[in-house]
């Protein structure tokens, strides 16, 4: 093989969506969000269990640069699967993500999870400006008793 034919492809290292969306070696998985919408009804949560290091963290990133209103951008999803559902789209960027990764919070020796930990990195997760939001909308937001939104979490 000649030498200029050869083509190196860069992997990124982060587990971010945004990292990845743009890269050749990138394997859209955003159908499976439009499988998992079709299965969800209102309350229902759903439980990945994966082995480690089979893409879990990168499709929580996915799915939370898609639905954050503070992450996601138009332009990370048009070529994607996930924006050819209309409902979805008109749902993209529109929800308070909170994402928390439960890993460094287990302490192994005895074996429970450190929520003075958990506390500290749910603070970190809500936005300067989480609360301004929230009575700026007030009265929608206490109205609407079944108002949406999404939790991520992450063991391993």
């Given at each position: 093989?000649?030498?200029?034919?050869?083509?190196?492809?860069?992997?990124?290292?982060?587990?971010?969506?945004?990292?990845?969306?743009?890269?050749?070696?990138?394997i859209d998985k955003t159908q499976i969000?439009?499988?998992?919408?079709?299965?969800?009804?209102e309350g229902s949560?759903?439980?990945?269990?994966?082995?480690?290091?089979?893409?879990?963290?990168?499709?929580?990133?996915?799915?939370?640069?898609?639905?954050?209103?503070?992450?996601?951008?138009?332009?990370?999803?048009?070529?994607?699967?996930?924006?050819?559902?209309?409902?979805?789209?008109?749902?993209?960027?529109?929800?308070?993500?909170?994402?928390?990764?439960?890993?460094?919070?287990?302490?192994?020796?005895?074996?429970?999870?450190?929520?003075?930990?958990?506390?500290?990195?749910?603070?970190?997760?809500?936005?300067?400006?989480?609360?301004?939001?929230?009575?700026?909308?007030?009265?929608?937001?206490?109205?609407?008793?079944?108002?949406?939104?999404?939790?991520?979490?992450?063991?391993?």
């Amino acid at each position: 093989m000649h030498s200029s034919m050869r083509r190196i492809i860069t992997i990124p290292t982060s587990q971010s969506y945004k990292a990845w969306y743009n890269e050749d070696c990138y394997i859209d998985k955003t159908q499976i969000i439009l499988e998992m919408k079709s299965s969800l009804k209102e309350g229902s949560a759903l439980f990945f269990a994966r082995p480690r290091r089979r893409g879990k963290s990168l499709f929580l990133s996915t799915i939370k640069h898609f639905f954050d209103e503070n992450l996601f951008k138009e332009e990370y999803f048009q070529n994607k699967a996930i924006w050819k559902d209309e409902e979805l789209r008109q749902k993209a960027g529109t929800y308070f993500v909170m994402s928390l990764d439960l890993k460094p919070l287990y302490n192994r020796d005895t074996k429970k999870i450190e929520f003075d930990r958990l506390r500290i990195q749910i603070c970190k997760e809500i936005p300067n400006d989480f609360y301004e939001k929230i009575f700026q909308k007030q009265k929608p937001f206490f109205e609407n008793q079944h108002q949406e939104s999404i939790s991520l979490l992450k063991e391993q």
